[in-house]
């Protein structure tokens, strides 16, 4: 059994009052009540204050570029499918520099827990629209407030037959690292879109913000079923459904593809010279 | 008499003539002869004008020349595009059957000097898609190849089929053979071959990607371009029995990134490219120099800038690919100049990779890539087992990624593969791998990924140098060149000169001692490359010092021939020597 001590405690660079400290600790919960010890975890992250998270744990970490965290995560998980791999990041990182694998990974639906810290706003970089901040909001880079419609991750997900889509709420981490459980244990990509408030920022979605918009998807919701779940996902205004929105593990995941990998991970295994002998002879 | 032949088989796109020029070239290796296929094919699917030259003999046969003494001229086009490059007794094979007016004319014109050939393809195969076993049959008989050789070449190539299919291509192939038999006086055969050894007949992309299987690559990531898709396609199919993943990328910043993820976890990984798509990848390979993961790039030239002349050949690319990343941190670039090469130094790639902890570059071009040759089986047991990381060490909770060491390179181990964690940053970090803004650890860091260039600098593969101890005149080349300037040079040794030739499969790092002392002892250096500005002169200059006296630059897409070469050299040098003279040996 691990605890989550085992996951450790560090100094962090975060603004007080940051919405992703409570992300942290939800993601360290779901860690220790998933019983995977850290040497288990691999968490692949871009740049970005949220893509720090996996510098403020003990476990593997791969802390890359700027919107890359899926594809490296990609090629993690696929040399060693025994890694449990989780990409940690944000709005900007991964629907903004990372969008074009952001659709591919929805696509592959390769076995990756993907943790998108969604504060609607750049905070790294200090406060520039990302691509969830809402249309017409002011920002610094923005005066005259954000020209683009504001892009809606969880129903992109949805609309491609993501296997998991939830979206969570920094203000409720025992209710996150539930999500977070359930998103790891699911076989397949999985994604847990954040509500995170960015206190230094975002002065328009803050904590209250959130706090009187969000909601608990009601029981009675069938996450297999496509129509309702394009339904609640398409709901981003006066009320933000939180939970489970589309569970549905009928599709393959992208490792199943590979019969390679059914012998298990890729290292660790020498070159085959009768192969490559029997290879020189199909060119003669 | 001339010791090689120049087949040129030229027509659209679409038309097969790919499948006729490999089965005349495994034919030809069959029965003894070497050959050097160049490829030539404009950027469309059908149409367009494609060329396929074997060159073929008694060895050796380094490059590619531009003479023709078989044309099958697969279309009418063929004929009047290349009929400055027919020799005096050149043959060329024609439809007989052409009604185009410009056909029939360009063929009249070769008829009047003995060279046009009629054959009747509607006649010997009824179907179209029989014309190229057609060619192949008379092409074969006008060589004087042994009928068994290419009957069951043929029987090979298309056992997978019917045997309904199988029989007609046979039927068509003796049909045509027959026909040739009849209609071959005034071609002369190649001249006997020594008895036949087996060979491997293989382009530059696949003996990259068998250098690759056979040093262990595990991971290949790749969105296809132009000419390196090759070999991604090679590993792809030999992806199961190999037991490797073979991905295309949605783009190649996500396949170097994959790579490089793949490399952390312990497969090692290779990706493809040309110069936009490495363009592309330039800030994953500085991610490769600051995490210190080894990866193995393929850099496939084409003419740039941005999409260039997408289907030809030059090497621009070599500023890119030293300079390429941001920041600075070592990096290895083996620049292959055969067949062989490609295969060797793909293999050496990847140990490279592993020792340095950090990306090695092999460059090739559309030339070498599309170049096919026959040469012996690779000698797998003179092959090295590439280094690879440990998976245990004995501390595994007092584990640190990039501990410091005496010469840099830290010891690596994998993630998930005991208690130990693995921690890479992007950023810069401190020994266990943690973002850190401490400007005396960045410093140290810094020292410690620059020292381990000096290992490689250590380890750098000496030019090869070809030709007597001292010489009057030295080319000096990288990359694909060698076999054009090798040939040149041994052509300008028969007349008399004192040619040397120093061939770089490694341009970076350099090492002087291995090389400047030949440098100042030439009378003249004169550096060939293909390119428009001289970049490895530049770069001897910069790095080593050493100005060559002159350089031969060709930058219009084309691959070298000994001919160019010459060419240049004889205005400088007055040697008033007609260039295809120099050819005849
Ligand atoms: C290629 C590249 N472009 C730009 C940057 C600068 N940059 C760093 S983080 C960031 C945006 C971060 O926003 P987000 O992903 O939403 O994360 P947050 O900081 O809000 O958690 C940018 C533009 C970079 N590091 N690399
Ligand atoms: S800038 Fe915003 S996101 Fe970054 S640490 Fe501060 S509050 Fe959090």
Redesign the interface.
């Given at each position: 059994m691990t605890t989550i001590e085992d996951f450790g405690e560090f100094e962090t660079a975060w603004c007080p009052g940051c919405g992703n400290f409570s992300i942290l600790k939800a993601l360290k919960k779901a860690l220790a009540d998933s019983g995977l010890a850290?040497?288990?975890v691999?968490l692949?992250s871009g740049?970005g204050q949220a893509a720090?998270t996996p510098?403020y744990l003990?476990?593997?970490?791969?802390?890359?570029?700027h919107g890359?965290a899926?594809?490296?995560?990609?090629?993690?998980?696929?040399?060693?499918p025994?890694?449990h791999v989780f990409v940690e990041s944000g709005d900007g990182c991964s629907y903004g520099e990372g969008g074009?694998?952001f659709?591919?990974a929805l696509r592959r639906n390769v076995d990756i827990t993907m943790l998108v810290h969604d504060n609607q706003i750049y905070g790294l970089t200090k406060g520039q629209a990302s691509p969830t901040t809402l249309h017409g909001q002011a920002t610094k880079a923005q005066p005259q407030g954000a020209p683009s419609q504001a892009f809606n991750p969880v129903t992109v997900a949805v609309a491609m037959q993501a296997g998991f889509v939830a979206r969570g709420f920094a203000g409720k981490p025992d209710h996150l690292a539930d999500l977070i459980r359930q998103a790891h244990a699911f076989p397949g990509f999985a994604l847990v879109d954040i509500l995170q408030p960015c206190v230094s920022f975002n002065k328009v979605n803050t904590f209250a913000w959130y706090t009187e918009r969000v909601w608990d998807i009601p029981e009675d919701h069938d996450p297999a079923d496509w129509s309702q779940a394009m339904t609640l996902a398409r709901q981003f205004g006066d009320r933000i459904p939180i939970g489970v929105i589309r569970r549905d593990e009928s599709r393959p995941t992208f490792e199943s593809h590979?019969?390679?990998?059914q012998?298990g991970?890729?290292?660790?295994?020498?070159?085959?010279?009768a192969?490559?002998?029997q290879?020189?002879?199909s060119?003669? | 008499m001339r010791l090689s032949k120049n087949i040129l088989i030229a027509g659209e796109a679409g038309q097969g003539l790919v499948t006729v020029g490999m089965l005349l070239a495994k034919a030809l290796v069959?029965s003894g002869y070497e050959v050097f296929v160049t490829q030539g094919y404009e950027s469309r699917i059908r149409g367009g004008h494609n060329t396929f030259a074997v060159r073929t003999g008694l060895g050796p046969i380094r490059a590619g020349i531009r003479d023709v003494d078989l044309l099958i001229a697969l279309n009418q086009e063929s004929i009047s595009l290349h009929r400055e490059e027919l020799t005096e007794n050149a043959l060329v094979l024609v439809d007989a059957e052409h009604e185009d007016q410009g056909a029939t004319r360009d063929a009249d014109q070769e008829a009047k000097k003995d060279r046009a050939l009629r054959v009747p393809f509607a006649e010997l195969a009824p179907q179209k898609v029989f014309h190229n076993i057609v060619a192949l049959g008379v092409a074969a008989r006008l060589l004087g190849l042994p009928e068994n050789v290419i009957t069951d070449l043929v029987r090979e190539t298309f056992a997978k089929k019917e045997t309904d299919v199988v029989e007609k291509n046979v039927n068509v192939l003796q049909a045509a053979t027959a026909w040739a038999a009849e209609h071959s006086a005034t071609f002369q055969p190649l001249p006997e071959p020594p008895k036949p050894a087996?060979?491997?007949?293989?382009n530059g992309n696949?003996a990259v990607a068998?250098g690759a299987?056979?040093?262990?690559t595990?991971?290949c990531?790749f969105y296809p371009m132009t000419p390196a898709t090759g070999v991604a396609l090679t590993l792809g199919a030999?992806?199961?029995?190999?037991?490797?993943?073979v991905?295309q990328?949605?783009?190649e910043?996500?396949?170097i990134?994959?790579?490089?993820?793949?490399?952390?976890?312990?497969?090692p990984?290779l990706v493809p490219t040309s110069g936009g798509g490495f363009a592309l990848m330039t800030?994953?390979i500085s991610?490769a120099g600051m995490?210190e993961t080894p990866l193995v790039l393929v850099l496939g030239q084409r003419p740039g800038p941005a999409t260039g002349l997408p289907t030809r050949t030059e090497q621009g690319d070599l500023n890119l690919a030293l300079y390429a990343g941001h920041g600075e941190f070592p990096r290895a670039i083996l620049t292959p100049g055969s067949i062989e090469e490609c295969f060797r130094l793909t293999h050496t790639a990847v140990d490279m990779a592993e020792r340095s902890q950090g990306p090695v570059i092999v460059m090739t071009d559309q030339y070498l890539a599309d170049t096919i040759q026959a040469i012996p089986?690779?000698d797998?047991e003179m092959l090295a087992?590439p280094s690879?990381p440990a998976?245990t060490c004995d501390e595994?909770h007092a584990y640190k990624r990039y501990a410091f060491t005496e010469d840099g390179v830290s010891p690596r181990l994998?993630?998930?593969?005991?208690?130990?964690?693995?921690?890479?940053?992007?950023?810069e970090h401190t020994e266990d791998?943690?973002?850190t803004e401490d400007l005396a650890i960045r410093k140290r860091m810094v020292e410690k990924r620059l020292g381990k260039e000096r290992k490689l600098r250590e380890a750098a593969l000496a030019p090869t140098y070809i030709g007597d101890e001292q010489s009057d005149l030295l080319l000096i080349c990288w990359g694909s060149t060698l076999g054009p300037a090798d040939e040149a040079a041994e052509i300008l040794r028969k007349e008399g000169c004192n040619v040397g030739l120093l061939h770089f499969r490694q341009v970076w790092p350099l090492r002087p001692e291995q090389f400047l002392e030949r440098l100042r002892q030439a009378r003249e250096t004169v550096c060939v490359e293909g390119n428009a500005t001289g970049q490895f002169a530049g770069l001897l200059r910069k790095d080593v010092g050493f100005s060559v006296s002159r350089s031969i630059l060709r930058y219009d897409g084309l691959p070298f021939t000994a001919a160019d070469i010459l060419r240049e050299l004889n205005i400088e040098t007055g040697r008033a020597q007609e260039s295809h003279e120099a050819m005849e040996r």
């Open positions: 850290p040497h288990q691999l692949v740049i720090k510098h003990r476990c593997n970490v791969f802390n890359g570029l890359r899926l594809p490296a995560a990609t090629g993690a998980k696929l040399a060693n025994g890694l074009n694998h659709l591919a590979f019969p390679v990998l012998e991970p890729l290292f660790g295994r020498t070159p085959d010279r192969k490559l002998t290879l020189m002879e060119y003669m | 069959r087996k060979r491997m007949v293989l696949q068998l299987l056979a040093a262990g595990r991971f990531a030999a992806a199961k029995d190999f037991g490797l993943v991905e990328a949605e783009d910043i996500a396949a990134n994959m790579a490089i993820g793949a490399s952390y976890a312990g497969a990984a800030e994953g991610l995490t089986p690779f797998l087992e690879r998976r595994p994998l993630p998930g593969t005991g208690e130990h964690l693995v921690v890479l940053d992007s950023d791998g943690h973002i």
